[in-house]
Nanobody
Framework: QVQLVESGGGLVQDGGSLRLSCAASIRTFSTWAMGWFRQAPGKEREFVARISRSGGSAYYADSVKGRFTISRDNAKNTVYLQMNSLKSEDTAVYYC?????????????WGQGTQVTVSS
């Protein structure tokens, strides 16, 4: 059974930074594509970032490009999302996602989510 556990969310002021972590209980973690999505109140879940199995390729939503960085440590079965220059519109529940394919298109598994709140 695959489990994804996010951590690192919290309350931060406008312009601040946070780093989210997602620990995955996947035996062959390095063969899974990983990513982050978010859902703001009253809105649908949206794509934030994804990273290839090796970590060599990443792709971002336009709304976070240049401010967020996704990375992974395959030795620790963990994926990260470094969020800088946070804005109030980044406030959402952030979800980790995993798919057993080279590129994350539609997640096979989701984490429980971690709340990020940016105060202006």
């Amino acid at each position: 059974q695959v489990q994804l556990v996010e951590s690192g969310g919290g309350l931060v002021q406008d312009g601040g930074s946070l780093r989210l972590s997602c620990a995955a209980s996947i035996r062959t973690f390095s063969t899974w594509a990983m990513g982050w999505f978010r859902q703001a109140p009253g809105k649908e879940r949206e794509f934030v970032a994804r990273i290839s199995r090796s970590g060599g390729s990443a792709y971002y939503a336009d709304s976070v490009k240049g401010r967020f960085t996704i990375s992974r440590d395959n030795a620790k079965n963990t994926v990260y999302l470094q969020m800088n220059s946070l804005k109030s519109e980044d406030t959402a529940v952030y979800y980790c996602a995993a798919q057993s394919t080279p590129v994350l298109i539609d997640a096979d598994y989701w984490g429980q989510g971690t709340q990020v709140t940016v105060s202006s």
